[in-house]
């Protein structure tokens, strides 16, 4: 793979989360991290439909990662968190991903428009309609930090979901 | 943990048609080698090129990206483009990202023949 890289490893979740592992910015990691999504979910209580867009929204989002953030270089690296979460509005899942790549300003990650049929653009959308609430941040330094959480029963909109404008 | 057979494509001609179809999961890591068997079809001119996704169970963004630069070519070359075979998690990513009534979609391959 011409990366110095090692195999993703397990390490200590600091937080509590279920699942706490560290990539290579190298998409052919992402059919492994999809399969641990899955099992993480279900272990969580999402059924299958709900399994497959949570997992579907974190592919999405490390590919940004790697395509955008570390703009193709396969030795970037990528922190990746889940773990239950029960907030005022429910109980659910919550996916917190670090990088050290291109920094942005999170008010300029948009959805594109959609009428606009063309290649591309549409992981932000996808993003943002499966979770119920999406926060793009600068983390301190370098790299960006998206955390996401989806409740198990979904209901009303996540009150304090705030579009992803943090940071 | 690199898994470079999570998507097979199988080719064939069926009268005037080509049939592309994948297998496995279509995110960014194996979506250009879906890009290359449907460009490598349309390149031959057939009068209808079938994407078969019947074996598809998952796709994301990248896969929907090929699909959509495939129709675009289709239309440029006078080549009808024909998805058939979605699976209900596959369709509820045409619906997430409102692609449901570009394509012309079948619910097989004879159908996709006709459509």
């Known amino acids: 793979m011409g990366s110095a890289f090692q195999s993703p490893?397990?390490?200590t979740a600091p937080d509590g989360a279920a699942v706490c592992i560290e990539l290579a910015s190298n998409p052919?990691?992402?059919?492994?991290v999809r399969s641990m999504m899955g099992v993480v979910c279900r272990r969580i209580g999402f059924g299958d439909a709900a399994t497959s867009k949570v997992v579907l929204a974190v592919d999405e989002a490390l590919a940004?990662?790697?395509k955008h953030g570390y703009e193709r270089r396969l030795d970037g690296r990528i922190w990746l968190r889940a773990a239950r979460e029960t907030r005022e509005t429910g109980e659910g899942i919550r996916v917190v991903i670090e990088d050290e790549g291109r920094q942005v300003d999170p008010c300029d990650i948009k959805s594109r428009d959609l009428e606009d049929i063309r290649p591309g653009g549409l992981g932000v959308h996808i993003i943002r309609e499966i979770m119920d609430d999406v926060r793009y941040e600068c983390r301190d330094?370098?790299?960006m930090r998206l955390t996401l959480f989806?409740?198990?029963d979904r209901g009303a909109r996540d009150p304090s979901t705030t579009g992803g404008c943090v940071g | 943990m690199a898994d470079k057979?999570?998507?097979?494509i199988r080719v064939e001609t069926r009268g005037e048609a080509s049939v592309v179809a994948p297998a496995g999961e279509v995110g960014y890591h194996e979506a250009p080698a879906l890009r290359s068997a449907l460009r490598e079809s349309l390149d031959r001119k057939p009068s209808r090129l079938i994407v078969d996704l019947t074996g598809i169970h998952y796709m994301?963004?990248?896969?929907l990206a090929t699909l959509i630069e495939a129709l675009q070519i289709s239309k440029r070359t006078n080549v009808v483009l024909v998805l058939c075979g979605l699976t209900d998690r596959v369709r509820a990513v045409f619906e997430i990202a409102r692609l449901q009534t570009v394509f012309r979609i079948a619910p097989d391959v004879d159908a996709a023949t006709t459509l």
């Open chain 1, 9 to 11: 490893r397990a390490t």
């Open chain 1, 28 to 32: 052919a990691y992402l059919c492994s």
């Open chain 1, 64 to 66: 940004n990662v790697m």
């Open chain 1, 141 to 143: 330094g370098k790299g």
């Open chain 1, 150 to 152: 989806k409740r198990l």
């Open chain 2, 5 to 8: 057979s999570s998507l097979t």
């Open chain 2, 60 to 63: 994301a963004t990248p896969g």
